[in-house]
């Protein structure tokens, strides 16, 4: 079975300064990919970033950069010169490629509230 | 840009009731898939969907839900007798291809399922 875990209930980050949301994921696969999504408040799910557990380079996309050490089982989600517009909920996900099929499994969440 | 479709936004309905959800995937894709996110909770996995048949159903997908592609373009979930724990958010999903590592789900908008 797959697990994501999201610790961070909630933070609070300053506009134009950077955040970390921290994610730890447990898998038995040898072959995955993680995933973070974004959830503004009318509640459609955003896709943001992804990485692969074979990737050697930690995957980056405009501002979101996602800091994968595989060995401590971590994807934590960089957000960079943080926006008004970045306040949301934020989705570790991951996906196997063995036994577990194609869905995804979620995290509980990192709300993120963004102050002028 | 395509994208995935979802109707209703919203449906409110009787407890007992039966619903049908309605999600129009990007045309190109092949594999879908229904998640659904109660209030304040993480998004969960219910069904994933592929050649016409269901691919995988986690333990929420019980003889109450059932999935279908009536058309080339419409994929459904129906929820027979609905309960007051069914109301949550529920999220189509679509993908190109199986099996390809880094392929994105694509997420619509969702349908929020009020059950009085």
């Known amino acids: 079975a797959q697990k994501i875990t999201q610790t961070q209930p909630g933070m609070f980050v300053q506009e134009k300064e950077a955040v970390t949301l921290d994610c730890t994921y447990d898998t038995s696969d040898q072959s995955y990919g993680l995933f973070w999504y974004k959830q503004p408040s009318s509640g459609e799910m955003i896709f943001l970033i992804y990485q692969g557990s074979y990737d050697e380079q930690n995957a980056t996309e405009g501002r979101y950069s996602l800091n994968f050490q595989k060995a401590r089982k971590s994807a934590n989600l960089v957000i960079s010169a943080s926006q008004l517009g970045d306040s949301a909920m934020y989705f570790c996900?991951?996906?196997?490629?063995?036994?577990?099929?194609?869905?995804?499994?979620f995290g509980g969440g990192t709300r993120v509230l963004v102050k002028p | 840009e395509p994208e995935v479709t979802q109707t209703p936004s919203h449906q409110v309905t009787q407890m007992g009731q039966e619903v049908i959800l309605r999600c129009v995937p990007i045309?190109?894709?092949?594999?879908f898939y229904w998640y659904r996110q109660i209030l304040g909770q993480k998004v969960e996995f219910l069904v994933s969907f592929y050649n016409n048949e269901i691919s995988e159903k986690s333990e929420i997908f019980d003889d109450q839900f059932s999935v279908e592609r009536p058309d080339g373009s419409n994929f459904t979930l129906k929820i027979r007798s609905t309960k007051l724990e069914d109301s949550a958010m529920y999220f189509c999903a679509s993908s190109v291809k199986p099996g390809q590592p880094n392929y994105e789900q694509y997420f619509g908008p969702g349908t929020r399922l009020t059950v009085t």
């Open positions: 996900a991951m996906r196997g490629f063995e036994a577990a099929g194609n869905k995804l499994t």
């Open positions: 045309s190109n894709h092949l594999y």
